[in-house]
């Protein structure tokens, strides 16, 4: 196994990926992203990372309220916001924004949605200028990863495979596979196949539909070097790791 210094699991295929409780929190993007969420359940969500040490993801409208919860639980963890969530559809100029005024607010971290459309439309140079103009707010002012989601469930292979081309190119961190919002998650083939294709410098994320631990440690040994899942299954995932060893 190899960690890498930001804190990232990295691995072969096939080997020991996870040793401790802590390592498999790490490697855990707990998420609240659903339309109704309340600031409460942005607040059981943090209480939670407090007690495991799961990353956090939230939509951007949360990321202010998440960050100073986080620091006043005195949690030091990724806090993730979602640019051009569920439907990658919003124009440039308005993902760089949310993408700004969210790592300005607090975020470490920005997965966005990549432009499926345009994407499936052959506007192919249209989509990496999206990726890298987010990728360069991100990084330029202070964040540490751009994950750029590509919705698997709406495009074939060959689609995937130019995708993991362009995301590279643009300098993208992750290549993520799933909102939650689709007609599928996270596969293990996809994940595969990203690693066979992006560059070495991209790591993986799974995300979508995540429900067990078997499912989880699948991913992982296939190439994904962070899982995103709903807060209250990573909780019991996490238990149930725990229980198994």
Not at 7 to 20: C, R
Request: glycine share 10%; net charge neutral; with cysteine.
């Amino acid at each position: 196994m190899k960690k890498e210094r930001n804190g990232f699991i990295m691995q072969g295929e096939g080997s020991s990926i996870i040793t401790s409780t802590r390592e498999f929190a790490v490697a855990v993007d707990a998420s609240v992203l659903f339309a109704n969420a309340t600031p409460d359940d942005i607040r059981k969500l943090c209480d939670m990372v407090q007690k495991w040490g799961f990353n956090v993801c939230v939509n951007s409208v949360y990321v202010q309220f998440a960050s100073e919860l986080l620091k006043a639980l005195g949690v030091s963890v990724e806090l993730a916001a979602t640019v051009g969530f569920p439907f990658g559809a919003s124009s440039t100029a308005a993902k760089v924004a949310e993408a700004k005024l969210a790592v300005n607010q607090g975020a470490t971290e920005v997965d966005m949605v990549l432009s499926i459309g345009q994407l499936r439309g052959g506007q192919h140079q249209a989509v990496q200028d999206d990726i890298q103009a987010v990728a360069s707010v991100v990084h330029d002012n202070g964040g540490k990863a751009l994950k750029v989601i590509i919705e698997t469930c709406y495009l074939t292979d060959e689609e995937k495979i130019i995708a993991c081309h362009l995301l590279t190119e643009a300098g993208a961190d992750f290549i993520k596979t799933s909102t939650g919002y689709g007609t599928a998650g996270a596969a293990v083939k996809d994940i595969r196949l990203f690693r066979n294709h992006v560059g070495p410098q991209v790591k993986v994320k799974a995300a979508g539909g995540i429900r067990t631990l078997e499912q989880s440690m699948a991913l992982m040994e296939a190439g994904a070097c962070r899982l995103g899942i709903g807060a209250g299954h990573a909780e019991k995932i996490i238990k149930e790791w725990g229980a198994a060893h």
